[in-house]
Structure formats: C-alpha cells, structure tokens
C-alpha cells in the first residue's frame, strides 16, 4: 500500500507545478513576441508597431508578475517536503537552481523594470535592448531549470558518497542529452503558446471589427511564428521520444501501453488496459508503427513493460516499477493531439494569407479565441508525461520517489498546505486570466494615449 504522505506530497507538487507551469510558456513566449515588435517599430519607425509592442507588453508584464508569484513556492518545496531528497542530490541539483535564481532571474526582473519605467527616458534602440534583455534572460533562466530537471531524467556527471550523490563534471550537467532536447521543445513550446495568444485575441477583435489593421498585423506575424513553433515542437518531440526509447525505456513502454517486447514493434491506437492484471481490455494497433517513430525504421526491438519490470527488479529488488500505464498513454496522446491541431490551424491562416485573401473573410477566424486553451492542454499534458513516466522514480534508476519524502512531516501537515497552497494559487490564476481577460478585450490604448506613455506611463496604470 502506498504510504499517504507520499501520494499527497506528490499531489501537492504537481498542482502547485502545473499552476506555475500555466504562466512560465506564455511569459517565454510573449517576450521574444514583444521584443520582435519593438524591433519592427525602431527599424520601421511605424507608430502601430509602438502601440503593438505596449498593448502586448502590458499582457506580458501581468502574466510574468503572476509567474514570479507562484514560481517562488517551487524551490521552498524542495525542503519541506522532500528534504531526503535534498539530502541525496542538493550538491547537484542546487548549483543551476541557484545559478538561475541568481544571475538569469535577476536580469530578466532587473531589465524588465527599466523596460517598464524606461519609455521616453531611454533611447529607442536602447529601450528595444532592455526586452531582448529580458527575452535572453527568460530563456537563460528556463535553461538552468532544464538542467536541474534533466538530472531527475537522465543522472550525468556524479558519483556516490556515502549515500549521497556529489557532483564530479559540472560540464557533463551542460551537456547532458536531454538537456539539448528538452530545452528547444519547451521554448518551442512557448513560442507557440505566445503566438495562439496573440491570434486569439486578435482574432477576437477582428470578429468585432475593432482596430482591423493592429490585429491584422498582430494575427498574421503570430500565425507565421505559430506555424513554425508548432512544426518545430513536434520534430523536436520526435527526437525526444526516440532518446526515451533508449534512456527511459518504461516511459515509453507506457506511453503506448506495450506488455511485451516487440521487434518490429507496433504503434497503438487505441488501448485501454487492466493496469491491475497487467493486461489489454481494448487494444488497437498499427504493425510496424512504434519501430518507424523509434528507429526511423520498420524494424527495431522496443522493450516491453513486463520485461522491463523484470529488469528492475532483478537490478533493485521486488518492487512495482511501472508507471501509472492510463495517465501517461493518455498525458502523450492529449499533447502530440494538441500539438498537431496547433500545426494544423497556423498552416491554414497562413494558407490564406499565402493565397492573399482577405482576414475577415477566413471562415474558421472564430476558433482561434477557443485554440488559446490549445497550447495551455499540450503544455500540460507533456509535463505530466515526463513526470509521471519517470515514476516510481525521482531520479530514474537512482532514487525513488517514495524514500524522497520528508522523514518528519505527516499526512495532516501536507493536507493543510495542499489545500492552502491550491486555494491561493487557484485565486491567483483566476486573478491573472481575469486581468489578462480585462485587459485584452480593452484592446490598445488610442493612438493619443499611446503619444502620452512616453511622459506619464499611462499605460501601465
């Protein structure tokens, strides 16, 4: 039986993650979007790219506020609720958290209030230098991320020292693998979620034939970036999974519900299993399928669940090493699903735009309001995907989650601040979709008011 503070402890990471992880791909997003905007208007000298680079910052600035809040919990976390392992991997795993919080967060919020407080003080090539700032920041700082979570997936550069693991090759942290694939995918990722940002809105305004030619332009230069986010995300997921295939062969044995090692191996579906008896109650397959994804072949060994179980068992003793089989199917096909819709909507208004016909006459205009969510479900659904695959692991075939836990803290302390930490990051969520909402139906300040910024920062208040 699985002990109760473990499960909730887990529970309690993962609602407070996601809620963070709702904020962080819009804010990587949005900000080379607006630093791209603020270029055009310097280069341009067109006043319509000025008030795009303002109303789309001030979006920006909201959602980024709201991510510095809940981002923060995050790291307090590690000691509250999972000090064994802080004990086991802090020599590691605390150099690039502090690194980020240190260098790369400190820029991006330092560059951020300039560029906020610096329109009409600062230069235009000056100002537009402050949010690439803030851009490249934002980017350094999710990298640094990665690296620490990249550990957790694939342990580099250490060794064991009386029941600790210390760092041996901080190079070998850089250069981890999966680093050098997951980081592309989640600024790809943001990329995306920025730019069905931008396209719903704009489409929304453009549904109500307010300031046409602001969102024109809005719409079609964030179609152009949502199409190739979203090709990329996919190209690049498709060489994440083949690397899962070789270094966490469960994960994707669970992703596509296999039992048995098949070579060729087929792709599925539709499955639905009996996680209980390890067994198929519906199973649909494609012969050959997972092969081709894997090994960009129709031949190649794929490992199966049972026989990875084995595995493990034989290497660390009895034990259920298998990851919940329904959550990670389900999580993989809710993102590549997600994901090629993304594709699929981006390619069509560039289509029209290609074809020269008019905005307003594209018929599916009203679904890209609704497509916002699109990026918000992939996004979400890929990171309960990489978590829950890795389980019962914390740091694959190192640690697991179960002896991760706190030693001192019981099931009634974790349920208070479960509940607390999900009511209070319920309201801020509701807090910033209720100001982003507010404030991008306003739509842009009047070209008046736009003049105005420069001597009284109207628009930010």
């Keep these: 039986m699985e002990n109760p503070t473990v499960v909730l402890s887990q529970w309690q990471f993962a609602l407070t993650t996601i809620y963070h992880f709702f904020f962080v791909p819009l804010t990587l997003g949005l ?24 109303f789309w910052g ?20 590690f000691g509250m609720n999972w000090s064994e392992y802080s004990r086991y991997v802090g020599d590691i795993f605390g150099a690039p958290l502090a690194i980020e919080a240190l260098l790369a967060f400190f820029v991006e919020s330092t560059f951020l209030g300039v560029w906020i407080f610096g329109w009409g003080k600062l230069s235009k090539k000056m100002h537009a230098a402050t949010i690439w700032l803030v851009a490249i920041a934002s ?77 024109k332009k809005s719409f079609k230069l ?9 090709l990329l995300v996919i190209l690049v997921g498709h060489s994440q999974a083949q690397h899962m295939v070789k270094t966490q062969p469960m994960k994707m044995a669970a992703a596509e519900a296999l039992w048995e090692t098949e070579d060729p191996a087929s792709f599925s579906i539709f499955t639905i299993v009996d996680e209980k008896n390890n067994k198929d109650i519906i199973n649909l397959r494609i012969p050959y399928g997972l092969s081709l994804l894997s090994y960009n072949s129709f031949s190649g060994e794929v490992r199966g669940i049972l026989d990875l179980q084995r595995e493990f068992e034989a290497r660390h003793g009895p034990g259920d090493y298998i990851p919940s089989i329904t959550i990670t199917y389900w999580a993989f096909r809710i993102m590549v699903g997600a994901g090629f819709l993304m594709f699929g909507l981006t390619a069509l208004a560039v289509l029209k735009f290609i074809q020269k016909r008019p905005l307003e006459k594209f018929r599916l205009l009203f679904i890209f309001p609704i497509a916002i969510t699109l990026p918000y479900l992939a996004n979400t659904a890929g990171w309960i995907l990489t978590e829950m695959g890795r389980q019962p692991w914390v740091v694959y075939d190192k640690m697991k989650t179960a002896d991760a836990v706190s030693p001192n803290i019981t099931s009634g302390m974790v349920i208070m601040s479960l509940v607390g930490f999900t009511l209070i990051y319920g309201l801020l969520l509701f807090a910033d979709v209720y100001l982003l909402k507010k404030y991008a139906k306003a739509g842009p300040a009047s070209k008046n008011a736009s003049h105005r910024t420069a001597e009284d920062h109207s628009n930010w208040e």
């Design 139 to 215: 980017l350094l700082s999710s990298l640094w991320i990665l690296i620490a979570n990249s550990f957790m997936q694939q342990p580099v550069g250490y060794a064991e020292e009386n029941g600790r693991l210390v760092m041996e090759d901080f190079g070998a942290l850089l250069t981890n693998p999966n680093v050098w694939l997951q980081f592309p995918h989640v600024i790809f990722s943001g990329l995306a979620t920025g730019a069905f940002f931008m396209m719903g809105i704009s489409a929304y305004h453009l549904l109500q034939k307010k300031e046409d030619d602001f969102f």
């Design 31 to 54: 900000a080379i979007l607006v630093a791209v905007l603020e270029t055009i208007y310097v280069r341009t000298g067109q006043e319509v790219y000025k008030r795009m680079t303002q």
């Design 58 to 77: 001030k979006l920006f600035v909201i959602n980024f506020a709201m991510g510095v809040v809940t981002g923060i919990v995050q790291e307090f976390q």
């Design 222 to 230: 964030s179609a152009w970036v949502g199409l190739a986010a979203s």
